[in-house]
Nanobody, 121 residues
Framework: VQLQASGGGLVQPGGSLRLSCAAS????????VGWFRQAPGKEREFVAG????????YYGDSVKGRFTISRDNAKNTVYLQMNSLKPEDTAVYYC???????????????WGQGTLVTVSS
């Protein structure tokens, strides 16, 4: 199982980015996928999760109303649309997967490499 996060970069405060999590070796159809982030000197933080059936979505308090998680099973990819970005969103973002998961923070078994998001003027 391989997960690859991409789409990070440098963006100004108030801007937007869309991250992608692409899977190889597994069809994501039956996996919950979550996004986490870790800033320097801080613990890893749950950002968002989507259930395998796409009927449940969960968000961390700090991103509610700004970030949206979605999936395209035909492309075997999950997305994280990030709007109204703030400097405190700066972190390495990771995606993770859980077979038949519901999308909550503690259930993920497979982890991908991260992508760096920097929010700065």
């Amino acid at each position: 199982v391989q997960l690859q996060a991409s789409g990070g970069g440098l963006v100004q405060p108030g801007g937007s980015l869309r991250l992608s999590c692409a899977a190889s070796g597994i069809p994501l159809d039956y996996y919950a996928v979550g996004w986490f982030r870790q800033a320097p000197g801080k613990e890893r933080e749950f950002v968002a999760g989507i259930s395998w059936a796409s009927n449940n979505r969960y968000y961390g308090d700090s991103v509610k109303g700004r970030f949206t998680i979605s999936r395209d099973n035909a492309k075997n990819t999950v997305y994280l649309q990030m709007n109204s970005l703030k400097p405190e969103d700066t972190a390495v973002y990771y995606c993770a997967a859980a077979l038949l998961g519901v999308g909550r923070p503690g259930e993920y078994d497979y982890w991908g490499q991260g992508t760096l998001v920097t929010v700065s003027s």
